[in-house]
């Protein structure tokens, strides 16, 4: 059973930046697809960020040009650089593990609450 654990979340003011990191129990080398999903209070969890195995990202357009989705395969670790965060911004953010490149991911993490100031 994998284990995906984030980290990273806290309370900032509009203009910071935050990194999120998801510890995996495993390799995150197995998985086809690691991403970052979000939600906010009232609304459906919606994709934030992700990135195949081979290096290809892809990002919601909310966040393009402000938010970095990375991974450290040696130490099993996937992080969100956030920076340039609004209020908008403010949610539970996921980590997620896929085998697959279609679809949900396989597996979840607990989330970590972003939660952002004017």
């Known amino acids: 059973q994998v284990q995906l654990v984030e980290s990273g979340g806290g309370l900032v003011q509009a203009g910071g930046s935050l990194r999120l990191s998801c510890a995996a129990s495993g390799s995150i080398f197995s998985f086809n697809v690691m991403g970052w999903y979000r939600q906010a209070p009232g609304k459906l969890r919606e994709l934030v960020a992700t990135m195949t195995r081979g290096g290809t990202t892809n990002y919601a357009d909310s966040v393009k040009g402000r938010f970095t989705i990375s991974r450290d395969n040696a130490k099993n670790t996937v992080y969100l650089q956030m920076n340039s965060l609004k209020p908008d911004d403010t949610a539970v953010y996921y980590c997620?593990?896929?085998?697959?490149?279609?679809?949900?991911?396989?597996?979840w993490g607990q989330g970590t609450q972003v939660t952002v100031s004017s």
């Open positions: 997620s593990a896929a085998t697959h490149y279609v679809g949900q991911p396989d597996y």
